[in-house]
């Protein structure tokens, strides 16, 4: 059963400043990863989707990477800015595109 | 080209009444999907549609929840004798087809009272 963990539950940074989210999966067969940020009450929008075959994806000041072997995808946001503040999920496809597996996600706060 | 539409966007019930959400996948995409976001908890898997047919329910709850996707008009998540821990955000998500990016609904906010 595939378990997907993210690391730092909550992040806190200055504006301006790099960041790394980091995502972890326990069944490397995954067919692609995607990332999404979700705003409080809202719903979530699609970031990065990395397929299997993929070792990164880049959009803007967004880059995320994928690390089958290690099982492992990280999330680096440059010059953070007060409106990159949400939360942040990673959800991993385990099948032919089918059902995404999330993670609890890392809420970030970027302070102006 | 529209988004994926879900109503209604809150939705108030009390116990043992039923609750209808509906999805309107984006134009051109025939695979929905329903994820239910527990309070403070996170997204879990529900049920995968593709038209007429349901490929997947391995999430859904075995009594009083049930999904459909008819060849015409929305997906609808139906939730009879509805209890209080039904209370959640129940998203919908739709894609092209089977492997591609899933592009997510504002949600449907459920309370029972």
């Known amino acids: 059963k595939q378990e997907v963990t993210q690391i730092p539950a909550a992040l806190s940074v200055p504006e301006g400043e790099n960041l790394v989210l980091n995502c972890s999966f326990t069944d490397s067969a995954i067919y692609n990863l995607q990332w999404f940020r979700q705003d409080p009450g809202k719903g979530l929008t699609s970031l990065l989707l990395i397929q299997s075959s993929q070792r990164e994806q880049t959009s803007g000041r967004l880059n995320a990477s994928l690390d089958k072997s290690s099982g492992r995808s990280t999330l680096y946001i440059a010059a953070s800015q007060p409106g990159d503040s949400a939360t942040y999920l990673c959800?991993?496809?385990?099948?032919?595109?089918?059902?995404?597996?999330f993670g609890a996600g890392t809420i970030l706060r970027v302070k102006s | 080209n529209a988004g994926v539409m879900q109503n209604p966007r809150h939705l108030v019930r009390r116990r043992g009444q039923e609750a209808r959400l509906r999805c309107s996948p984006m134009?051109?995409?025939?695979?929905v999907y329903w994820y239910r976001q527990l309070p403070e908890e996170g997204l879990k898997f529900m049920v995968y549609l593709q038209k007429e047919n349901i490929i997947d329910e391995s999430g859904m709850p075995k009594e009083r929840f049930s999904a459909e996707f008819p060849k015409e008009g929305p997906s609808i998540l139906r939730i009879q004798q509805v209890v209080r821990g039904d209370s959640a955000a129940y998203f919908c998500?739709?894609?092209?087809?089977?492997?591609?990016?899933?592009?997510f609904g504002p949600g449907t906010r459920l309370l029972v009272l």
């Open positions: 134009k051109g995409h025939s695979h």
């Open positions: 998500a739709s894609s092209p087809s089977r492997e591609g990016t899933q592009y």
């Open positions: 959800a991993a496809s385990m099948e032919y595109g089918n059902k995404l597996v």
